[in-house]
């Protein structure tokens, strides 16, 4: 029923498609490996397809109307897109909402330390992540240090060819019999995943003269103190570009897919759709891989107080009314799913399985267990996504993250569902999900987009 490689269906004109939208792929994922780059570079994309800032509309006291394109950002972190269709917003949104953080190293608010001649930043892993992957691999750090005159300075090294990189050490395996015989949850110790940053001692310090060393050279590029940590979000991740895969180039290998394929894909489809007859939105958010929590994840009051100023933008705000605009619009939660690896069959049962470049996946539920903590998504509602999908020849599949009580997932999908939505999960199949480096097919991101704009289109 569903085994249809989206590869044996393609025409020259889709290849250059497929092409096309990987080349973007990989250039962004090059680039914005945090939920601040992404939205950094969202909202330039918005901007240059005549999107305004809806704090900006706010304060010009100028009117949204149909074909009015807004965007809101919350802490630079998160990213609401709006485009007003020409359908009575009361009949609800098409919604795609995909999140922006990755699993990743953050740096502590006290990080730098010195040990025989070694200088370290102390990190504090963020998400799901396998330990001992993060190990002997080049790393980049990414992020802002906030000073208390107000002024914020972007940190980006490891990714230009001419930049250092920084590494976290494992034991040879020489002298690791006792290490290799520890489960793998404590192979690493989250508390060792200690980034080393230099070696050279400054002249003329007699103590601790490498950390010196650092300080000095980071009040240099970024005029900082190192009080300036407390204050300061720093992100660890893989260093270099993300690169096509496979001789046959058909698959990409790069940091964070999960869930910047998706992200992507919404963007670009976001910004095709030019006027809608419904109300289309986008949310980016953040937090998702550690419960959507805080001021920018998803369960944060942020979506429905910008739905709150849009209507009153529009002069039609009610309490009512904003109730009728979330219950009466329809959601796909963009989020990446797990792909079937041929080497780990067991984990999966293959007829319910999203398979690699076979198109973009729906997930009735996640969850784990008896489907616990899922929102699964009404039979009603999938019939309206196929039939979208179907007429707009999109290659989809359906699938569960895993076999059943092998394990499990969630998403933002159950938090937009509590406003009486209709939710789906679809997003792009994954392979080594949260490793370093996972791996999408080109197939995928392509029927991803695809999808999306369909969606976006459907009256
Ligand atoms: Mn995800
Ligand atoms: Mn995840």
Redesign the pocket.
């Known amino acids: 029923m569903k085994d249809k490689n989206a590869w044996t269906s393609y025409t020259e004109t889709d290849l250059a498609a497929v092409e096309e939208l990987s080349k973007g792929y990989i250039d962004f994922m090059s680039t914005a490996k945090t939920e601040r780059e992404c939205v950094d570079l969202f909202v330039d994309m918005a901007e240059k397809r005549g999107y305004r800032d809806l704090r900006d509309v706010i304060a010009a006291g100028d009117s949204l109307t149909v074909g009015s394109k807004i965007y809101a950002v919350n802490m630079k972190k998160a990213l609401l897109l709006l485009n007003v269709g020409e359908d009575l917003i009361n009949n609800g949104m098409n919604i795609l909402g995909?999140?922006i953080d990755s699993p990743r190293l953050d740096i502590k608010q006290n990080p730098l330390y010195e040990s025989d001649d070694f200088a370290y930043l102390n990190t504090h892993y963020y998400g799901g992540v396998k330990k001992y992957q993060w190990v002997a691999i080049p790393l980049a750090i990414h992020g802002v240090f906030a000073r208390k005159d107000g002024t914020v300075v972007k940190v980006n090294v490891g990714e230009d060819p001419a930049d250092p990189v920084f590494f976290i050490t494992d034991l040879l395996p020489h002298l690791a019999h006792e290490q290799m015989e520890k489960t793998a949850t404590k192979i690493i110790e989250g508390e060792n995943l200690d980034l080393t940053v230099g070696s050279t001692p400054l002249t003329g310090v007699e103590k601790n003269a490498v950390k010196a060393n650092i300080l000095k050279l980071l009040k240099e590029k970024y005029a900082i103190e190192e009080e300036d940590f407390l204050s300061a979000e720093l992100e660890v991740v893989p260093a270099g570009r993300a690169r096509e895969a496979g001789f046959d180039r058909s698959m990409i290998l790069a940091y964070g897919h999960?869930?910047r394929s998706?992200a992507y894909t919404e963007a670009v489809a976001f910004l095709e759709v030019t006027a809608p007859t419904k109300t289309a939105c986008a949310l980016f958010v953040d937090k998702?891989?550690i419960g959507s929590i805080g001021a920018t994840g998803m369960e944060s009051h942020f979506f429905e107080d910008t739905v709150r100023e849009v209507l009153g933008r529009m002069g039609i705000y009610s309490e009512l009314n904003l109730t009728r605009v979330l219950r009466n619009s329809r959601m796909l939660s963009s989020?990446?799913s797990a792909a079937y690896d041929p080497l780990f069959q067991d984990r999966f049962e293959r007829a319910n399985a999203a398979l690699l470049g076979h198109g973009l996946s729906i997930n009735k539920y996640t969850g784990a267990g008896g489907k616990f903590h899922c929102n699964d998504a009404n039979a009603e509602y999938l019939a309206v996504v196929r039939r979208i999908f179907d007429d707009n020849h999109v290659t989809f599949q359906t699938a569960e993250l895993a076999k059943v009580d092998a394990g499990g997932?969630g998403?933002i999908a159950y938090i937009l569902s509590l406003y009486d939505m209709q939710v789906v999960d679809s997003?792009v199949p994954v392979l080594s999900?949260h490793a370093p480096w996972e791996a999408v097919s080109k197939a995928d991101l392509y029927e991803a987009k695809k999808g999306y704009v369909a969606f976006l289109l459907d009256a």
């Open positions: 995909a999140h999960d869930d998706c998702e891989e989020d990446v997932g998403t997003g999900m």
